[in-house]
């Protein structure tokens, strides 16, 4: 996890997903040196950042992006219902 303080950020997750994340925490997460859901979350995320921060931006960070930047919120009906074709 971050060692900085933390900002505020949630994300949302499908019911069988959001199930599957508490179920992978409790069932190895102490194993696997997690802490907390949070802790892991954030080290998945970190990841799959890195990754495209190879494949997009020659392995470099980006500038960041103040908090409110970003549309609030979860998809839409129609975004869901386009995201699964």
Not at 59 to 66: C, I, L, S, T, Y
């Amino acid at each position: 996890m971050s060692k900085s303080k933390p900002a505020s950020f949630t994300p949302y997750f499908a019911q069988d997903d959001a199930d599957q994340v508490r179920a992978a925490f409790l069932a190895a997460g102490q194993a696997e040196g997690y802490q907390s859901v949070t802790d892991l979350i954030e080290a998945a995320v970190m990841r799959e950042v890195k990754r495209l921060q190879r494949k997009h931006n020659n392995g470099r960070k980006w500038e960041p992006v103040a908090p409110g930047a970003l549309r609030p919120g979860r998809r839409t009906l129609e975004e869901e219902k386009n995201r699964a074709l």
